[in-house]
DNA sequence: TACCTTTCGCGTACAGTGTTCGCGAACGAC
DNA sequence: GTCGTTCGCGAACACTGTACGCGAAAGGTA
């Protein structure tokens, strides 16, 4: 009884958080969850975006203190990665039908819509892939999709991948059309339009927005066929 | 001579850096540039990591104090915009050959050169994408080079867009299959494939790891294989 | 009931961050 | 020399993520 660990009881911090126990079973019994407080990290990015997720204000909305949360999250990184695979719970995944392409646009447009009501997953999805136990769900559902399709386990991998990863950007892009950025962005390509080199891009601004055909196709649509040509790309 | 704005002279804070005039003609000649504070921040991203990149640590490196840069950038995000274009400019961009499929692949395999070389590039690229005026050369060749593809400019513009998105994420898969973070994710997918829920996943566990062929392909090949295959399903 | 053990909540503190203010110094033009 | 303007930058402010350590609370056991 001698040699004993810090009080934290030796924390394996090299492990993963979903492999970490949520409490412990002896003792006083926690007052919150991680749930609980994903939930609130959640709420708070989709309102006031990422950058309002700090330690302290995701536990004032709780009503307790910064470091209340540390019984339950080694780090921030940590909360993040929580909230990046809370929203794949959200997925409604049915049965495979048989038909891949179908089932695998089925599930990116549903990645779309997600990603389109927490506007701050884009860059979580893209700058830190993680996957918990629902994405790791999801998962396990595209490549069940999959079973039937000739290709390697490394290219149905590679397309579950690239496919997020569109999805993301274009997402990105839908999202931030009208924000300040985007419109300095705007100005800054009519300037260099207007400067006369680079005249292909000139003859870009000069061109109608969406002009595929006379009706622009709403975003759903579109949204659809990128995805779409990415899969037949990508998995032959 | 009464009513005057404050002392910075009405700065145009709602211009993109790239149409702020770098410094005055009048007064006191600047000690710095742009270009020289861009390399540094470079320079220590390149060294330690987008997250060294602070204000006071690029100062530090040009051997300054960091309120001095804020007479060449408005915001550090400003700088991180400095940083993406900068690397543009790395591109050696040869006259369009004719053949469009070949010459956008050569692009994206410089794409994915140079941010190999800039491992911080792809979060940026993802996150903020911007177009300076290096990034804007880039964007005039690759319409160059499609310019007798049938394809409209809006599908163009959507299969850069697109291209930048996959490489970046490839790139960052390649660069991040070693760091602590994916070892961690390694051993939770393997405590899940045990698990014995996930058949599909527990498969992917047991099979070789890029089972293509025989050899394993070059990462080189791999990634010219993967974006071949995204541009033809994005541009027909 | 009285301990004893273990965990929980969290105030406090520390090192760092982006950014603003304002002043002295330095320069070009006249 | 003097004026107008800009530059460099120390100091300060409001934050941030996180470590430490203490008091309180809840079992389990005697």
Redesign the pocket.
Known sequence: MAARQA?Q?GRQDELVIWMRPE??S???????SRAEITAAAVELADREGLDA?????VAAALG?????L??YVA???DLLDLMTDSTAAEYELAAPTGDWHADLLAVAAQARRIMLRHPWLPALVVTRPTLGPQGVDLLEHVLDALADHPASAARKLEAFAMLNAVTAQFVQHEVSTTDAASLRQAVYLQHVAAAGHHPRIAALMTSPGVPDEAAPPSADDHFRAVAGRVLTGVLS
Chains 1, 2 share one sequence.
């Open positions: 009080a009881g409490q412990a002896v003792g006083r019994p926690a007052e919150r997720v700090s330690m302290r204000r307790t203190g910064a470091a209340s540390y019984r780090t921030r990184d």
